[in-house]
């Protein structure tokens, strides 16, 4: 049965399921077809020819192809948050309240306001926006790109987060198989009757390939019994896994592949704990590659025009989905298959208007079956078709003879041969080699492991396919020792010779389209080769070819025989382009899987993160680290507001900071010091033991690398320090210099980060609150625990600890540091003993600000371009001992007068508000590369100056302490007056962190 709508919707016949009717809509009209239609089929069966625009002209296009290799019938589906652009309508499995929009027109597809491009295409020609936007070049960022980013683009993304999740998965086995047509179930059946393990990848939802259009017969059994039977078989191998809506997009080394699982894209929504998509990494022995192949349109006068369409697309509308796209049907063909296409219309009732055919004889049987149903068979070719948005009109043919003939037919189907699939085969800088007796080319110099079959070989009979797949998949077996029975060769009586005249294009006044979505014509190709650009690399950028989303499946060819002809070179003289993965467009978020929002790395929570997070603590990533940025509490109105009220907490009595964070590295063994000597400015092997020292490492060229300080625990035990962000980049750097650089020094080392959890304890209280924590008997005065002293000490609760007074915010301070599993009980005892004392806990921001103040660098600073020197470090550098990057740091560009040194920057005007990033220039010059002295690193507001202060970098920034200059933000717009000065604006004496 058909449903009212379905107009084009035969009455018997197909694969659909007619008794589950399912609802959909297409711009917003009401349609319905059947279970086991795609999108296209019931847009086909439902009589509609317009489905698209295309990009640059916006000429009405209708579906070309019944498969992955579609140009123009690319649509918007879904709604919402899951709404997915360009997406193929002939791949979209058709479900009940699918929603589907049709892309790039306004204000509507059959009212398409961008259409009038079409009279400005003799101005569109390829390479256009080369030549036409280059004066007044003024016009270019006011008018030229905007207007060309407001015509870009195909479809619109959803613009809110991807609701759904994304899959990565690995699979092994011996023998891969790409394709279930006849090959690749022979060939999958070969191997699994072999005892190989067998994985057989399938990019629609069922097997079979072009048996479910083409039919057939194999083992005497109809095509659809025979694929039945052999999938059963195949489903009873334990060894052999079947992957159906799986498409094989890419071959790597070491017979690693790529293939993408559509596993629910056919619903409407995945179900739970289902993945929209998964992304498999495919380790295969070997490999078959039997797509098939891909049949080719013919390039001649209105070629886009909705309704014409490929003849095997057709047969698949009419033998699979029992619908026709026409009534009245045309064929222009070069070969023999294209007939197949007039057979099986002529079945399901359509008329045939008539048959152009390029080649001057076609065979008794096909001169029968014209005279038996009363058409005509022209010798010729078509010229142009006439028709608009609603669909073909009239064919006009150029006869053998030099009349011109008229066919009045509502779609013509064409077939200019057969391309086979080569793209997998020739992922590795592969070349594919030319065959003239089918006039396209096949694969050539595969990936190690893997070779092509049947039609991906050039192979186009069915006998051929299933002998060719059956030997590939037990040769596959044998080259890895699988010594059983293959079985039996299934066999095929249709093994017709394939007849082929070439025929790329036909000279034609109306445009012809080689590339459908991207708009090239055949005239664009000639303009490139007068242009100079007749390499294949060459033209496919300067016209665009084969760049859009079918990546030339549909118009390379045709466009290198064009080039070729052009030329006067042959077409393999011309060669191809280089192919490259994917096969076929991934979404992102397939190749992203599990790695997005919260889970695009992996997080590290510090010991104290859970108790913060009670406190509503706000959290910042800082590498992989989730840090508490502030501790915000009731009427705060902002970040500023929590921020300074922490700091000011901190100045004023005590308060606490979890810097677990930094990286920590235990150094042992009896030449510890003569190692960390080498690879840091200053000396370590003379630090006391229970003393910590400040530290800066360089890299091999002079530039600071990392600094933090080192802690002497006993004669051959240091505690090192390194900043968050170079935890794991010191390690392994320090890991290179024991091995590679010192192999004779006795050191070892060990990363410890995780092992610790350590706590920065500030303010003039710090002392009040340590005493309620540590043992009674432990000294903690200036003269029992010194700056800069470091030791173990006992906690109250019996737990063994590690003190170490060591400040960077300017206050008196101690780090304590415990075994990591005691953090979290750390954290609350130091809340709760400190209550008394008013302690404050505060976050990374107030931290930041309190080492602002005190002019201490951090990341900022220490960019990846600075020296100690910059940084006012360089009384550090040890003269009398050789360390990493002392030679270099000595260049005379590193030691230059006029380098940018570190300063301290402040706005004239207290109210301004300083930004990072403003560029520092001479009071009344002007801004410019010329005058540039420098720029703002870090900035705060500081509760101390009661003004926002910062960081710099300055050209000759130490003599310029009190001159005022210039503040340049060019981002912003803004220019403001601002004071250099010195970097220390915290007690430059040192005296309240001395205690």
Known sequence: MSAAGQTHRLATGGLIDRDKRLLFSFDGKSMDGFAGDTLASALVANGVKLVARSFKYHRPRGILTAGSEEPNALVELRTGARREPNTRATTIELYDGLVSTSQNRWPSLNFDFLSINQLASPIFVAGFYYKTFMWPSALWEKLYEPLIRRAAGLGRAADKSDPDHYEKAWAHC??????????????????????????????????????????GTIDGLPANEWVAKAVAELESMPEVRIMTRTTLTGAFDQGVHAALERVSDHLPVPPEHQPRQRLWRIVAKRTIVAAGALERPIVFGGNDTPGVMLSSAVRTYINRYAATPAKRLALFTNNDDGWKTVEAALAAGVTIAGIVDARAEVSAEQRALAAKHGFAVLNGMVDHVEGGKTGVAKIVAALAGGAKATLEADALAVSGGWNPAVGLTSQHRGRPKWRDDIAA???????????????????????ACLMEGHSSGAAAAGDLGFSKSAGNTPVSDEDAAYSLKPLWTVNSKHKAFVDFQNDVTASDIALAAREGFQSVEHLKRYTTLGMATDQGKNSNVQGLAIMAELTGRSIPETGTTIYRPPYVPIAIGALAGHHRDENFHSTRLTPSHHWAAERGAVFVDTGLWKRAQWYPIKREKDWLVSVTREVKAVRSGVGFCDVSTLGKIDVHGPDAGTFLDRVYINTFSNLAVGKARYGIMLREDGIVYDDGTTSRLAEDHYFLTTTTAKAGQVMQHLEFCRQVLFPELDVQLTSVSDQWAQFSIAGPKTRDLLRDIVAPSEDLSNEGFPFMGTREVMLRGGVKARLFRISFSGEMAFEISVPARFGDALVRNLMSAGEKYGVTPYGTEALGVMRIEKGHVAGPELNGTTTAADLGLGK????????????????????????????????????????????????????????????????????????????????????????????????????YEVEICNPVFYDPEGGRQRG
Not at 896 to 916: C, E, M, N, T
Not at 931 to 939: M, R
């Open 441 to 463: 080319f096949v694969p050539d110099g595969a990936p190690p492991g893997m070779v092509a079959a049947g039609s991906a070989n050039g192979e186009f009979s069915l006998a």
């Open 174 to 215: 011996d023998v891969l198989i790409a394709g279930s047509g006849p090959t690749g179930l022979a060939a999958a059946l070969a191997a699994g009757r072999a005892g190989a393990r067998v994985i057989l990848c399938e990019e629609d939802s069922v097997l079979g390939g072009r048996l479910l259009s083409d039919g």
């Open 876 to 975: 550090m550098m040890s003269t009398k001992k050789d360390f990493i990057g002392r030679t270099m740091a000595g260049r005379e560009a590193l030691v230059a007068d006029d380098r940018q040194v570190v300063v301290g920057i402040k706005p004239v005007d207290k109210a301004r508000r300083l930004r990072s990033g403003a560029h520092i220039i001479p009071k009344g010059a002007t801004p410019g590369p010329e005058t540039d002295d420098g720029y703002v690193t870090s900035v705060c507001f500081s509760p101390f100056m009661d003004q926002w202060i910062g960081l710099g970098l300055v050209k000759h920034g130490r003599e310029r302490h009190g001159e005022i200059a210039m503040a340049h933000d060019p981002v912003r717009r803004e220019d």
